[in-house]
Nanobody, 115 residues
Framework: QVQLVESGGGLVQPGGSLRLSCAASRSIDSIYTMGWYRQPPGKQRELVATLTSGGIINYIDSVKGRFTISRDNVKNTVYLQMNNLKPEDTAVYYC?????????WGQGTQVTVSS
């Protein structure tokens, strides 16, 4: 099993930045894919960014050039650096790990972009 714990959410003004962290309970090298998803108010959860153990990265179009997913194998932590935040980025952000055929989720962290 994998436990994932997110942190780093909060309230930020448009144009601001936040960095989300996701700490895993096991080596992230052993987790096939780590990713970030988000669920805006009243909407379905959507993929934001993924990072495979082989280093392949994908982003949804709306965050390309603004968000960066990265990992620290020593700390077993995956990050999402979010720059130039927009009100439409407001959502609960969830960390995901796909390990041995199962999806694991963190508890979520709220990101609110508002002036």
């Amino acid at each position: 099993q994998v436990q994932l714990v997110e942190s780093g959410g909060g309230l930020v003004q448009p144009g601001g930045s936040l960095r989300l962290s996701c700490a895993a309970s096991r080596s992230i090298d052993s987790i096939y894919t780590m990713g970030w998803y988000r669920q805006p108010p009243g909407k379905q959860r959507e993929l934001v960014a993924t990072l495979t153990s082989g280093g392949i990265i994908n982003y949804i179009d709306s965050v390309k050039g603004r968000f960066t997913i990265s990992r620290d194998n020593v700390k077993n932590t995956v990050y999402l650096q979010m720059n130039n935040l927009k009100p439409e980025d407001t959502a609960v952000y969830y960390c995901n790990g796909y390990y041995k055929g199962q999806d694991y989720w963190g508890q979520g962290t709220q990101v609110t972009v508002s002036s």
